[in-house]
């Protein structure tokens, strides 16, 4: 396994004698002019997401809203979307403010939510979120690379307001 991915980031350019450019994994031939090693890694090579993913993600962005007691369910969801491969932002709904956010897109209040692009789904069921991201374009699980996106941080608990003007200190 290491070998593949060692042989996988080892690439060639080169340019035969009609000047066509090469790409290779190969050495060039001895006839190449201009022959160059090229160790691409990371996002350059085999890392970017698909071309299928960035046009579904582009077309049709995903919100998943949630709560911070919301366990199972909202693991579930976050597991349907990180095995797809499918990148998200996630909502979670500490305040009135988002709570009136999420009455408004889905007409209620029970989570998770997933959004995609102008499609609501309100069916927290792995085939229902499937469904959506299928409808949507994005690519099925074990095409794209699997994500590992977390649940966000609790909120921090209310702290209190701080004075407007600190106390004078007394002269001595």
């Known amino acids: 396994m290491l070998a593949a991915s060692t042989a996988w980031a ?27 090693k090229k160790n691409l890694k990371g996002s350059e090579l085999g890392q970017q997401e698909s071309y299928e993913m960035m046009q579904a993600a582009r077309k049709a962005p995903v919100t998943l809203y949630t709560f911070t007691e919301c366990q199972a369910p909202c693991q579930m969801a976050r597991d349907v979307l ?6 998200f932002r996630e909502k979670q709904v ?11 897109v889905s007409g209620g209040t029970n989570v998770p939510v997933l959004v995609v692009g102008t499609q609501v789904e309100k069916n927290a069921s ?17 095409v794209a690379k699997p994500r590992n996106q977390q649940a ?21």
Do not use: C
């Open 10 to 36: 080892q690439q060639y350019r080169w340019v035969d004698e009609k000047g066509h450019v090469h790409y290779t994994d190969t050495p060039p031939p001895a006839t190449a002019k201009s022959a160059q």
């Open 82 to 87: 990180n095995k797809r491969g499918v990148p």
């Open 152 to 172: 966000p941080p609790k909120p921090a608990p209310d702290a209190p307001a701080a004075p407007a003007e600190a106390p004078a200190k007394p002269t001595s």
């Open 94 to 104: 500490s305040s009135q403010q988002m709570l009136d956010e999420l009455q408004k």
């Open 126 to 142: 792995p085939d229902a979120f499937n469904q959506a991201l299928d409808i949507a374009g994005y690519p099925r699980a074990g």
